[in-house]
């Protein structure tokens, strides 16, 4: 049975030098496959006779269940080593910094949180949300405003222009929110209550302006609203805004086409270095313009101006924010600088709301 120690010497130099399952397979395979060296011998038991079968049986059976073994010792030791290599290779430092998720991270723009804080006091005012497209017509921005034709006025706004159209009509970035005004009285049945934010443009720019910024108008019309209930409505407004219990303000008459009467409104401050504090101090800072809604202005929106009144009034977005924020200069508001944002940015999840409070 010489050839029996060899072949188990050669299928054991195999097995020991596969250096990997694959090859431990073809080492098996070699030996007990089909048409393996072993199998091979198992076969050649049937040609021979009893006798001879009596002592190549055990040791060619012998010779099959060492070599399964072996190999599945050789396997058990290469899956064990393919398992420590990877646990080597895969492992996960746990005492490194955790990155933080971008929840913790991200920071919203001061204009989106001044928005929300806008949005959350007009609602529990009772307003709704109206909105405009930023391509308006001149008609719409001017004209159905009681803008008459040639007036400076309509030069005071620096106006964006588009070419001409074809009807002659010229388009223009709205250069206010008050367009919306006409569109809403066009779409809506009074009693109508809205506030309408947006993008507004003008080609300007220094510390306190910017060629696209944001305002926030108010309309209220109906049979019977008077320029006490606007004075009202200003003066919660200006209080649930500064999170302040008193402001003082005081109505300035002013000029627009759209209002009769019309008024700029100040709120009385008091500037420590920085910063400004507010129901408090002798100074004035002029947040809004407002009045009562000009009787062409009605009609041009298709209503009745001897049957409905009422009053709007629109400020800049982009400047209660940095009056209620102390951020010193409107053009960083878009720069896209990151680290402003991570400055002067807001949590995303702390939401504005009345009753868990606005800015804390
Ligand atoms: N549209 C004006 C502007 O951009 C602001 C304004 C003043 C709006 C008085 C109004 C208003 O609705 O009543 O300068």
């Not at 001879?52 to 058990?76: C, H, Q, S």
């Not at 007009?122 to 001017?142: H, K, Q, R, S, V």
């Not at 970035?173 to 309408?196: A, F, N, Y």
Request: hydrophobic share 40%.
């Amino acid at each position: 049975m010489a050839d029996i120690e060899t072949l188990e010497r050669d299928i054991r130099a195999a097995v020991t030098a596969a250096g990997d399952e694959a090859s431990l397979d073809e080492a098996r395979v070699a030996a007990l496959g089909k048409k393996g060296s072993v199998s091979e011998l198992l076969k050649s038991l049937g040609a021979m006779s009893p006798e001879e079968r009596k002592t190549a049986g055990p040791a060619i059976n012998g010779l099959r269940d060492r070599v399964t073994e072996a190999i599945a010792e050789r396997r058990a030791v290469l899956r064990e080593a393919a398992l420590a290599r990877r646990l080597t290779e895969e492992a996960v430092d746990v005492t490194l910094p955790v990155r933080p998720a971008p929840i913790a991270t991200g920071r919203l723009h001061p204009v989106s949180q001044v928005l929300d804080e806008i949005t959350a006091i007009c609602a529990d005012l009772g307003f709704a949300i109206a909105e405009g497209p930023d391509i308006e017509t001149d008609t719409y921005n001017f004209t159905a405003l009681n803008f008459p034709v040639g007036h400076p006025a309509r030069e005071m706004h620096d106006t964006f222009f588009l070419p001409p159209r074809a009807d002659g009509e010229r388009l223009l970035l709205r250069t206010h929110t008050s367009p919306v005004q006409i569109r809403t009285m066009e779409t809506q049945k009074p009693p109508i209550r809205v506030v309408i934010p947006g993008r507004t443009y003008r080609c300007d720019s220094d510390q306190t302006h910017t060629p696209m910024f944001h305002q926030l108008e108010g309309l209220v019309i109906d049979e019977t609203t008077h320029i006490g209930h606007l004075k009202w409505v200003l003066e919660e407004f200006c209080r649930a805004f500064f999170e302040v219990d008193r402001v003082e303000m005081r109505f300035r008459p002013s000029y627009f086409p759209f209002t009769e009467p019309s008024m700029e409104v100040d709120i009385r401050c008091r500037r420590v270095g920085n910063e400004i504090r507010f129901g408090e101090g002798d100074d004035w800072l002029e947040i809004l313009g407002c009045g009562m809604v000009h009787p062409n202005v009605i009609r041009n929106g298709g209503l009745d101006p001897d049957r409905y009144q009422g009053f709007a009034w629109g400020m800049g977005i982009d400047r209660i924010a940095m009056l209620k924020y102390g951020m010193p200069d409107l053009r960083a508001f878009f720069d896209a600088d990151v680290r402003w944002l991570n400055h002067y940015g807001f949590r995303p999840l702390d939401l504005p709301t009345l009753a868990g409070g606005l800015s804390s």
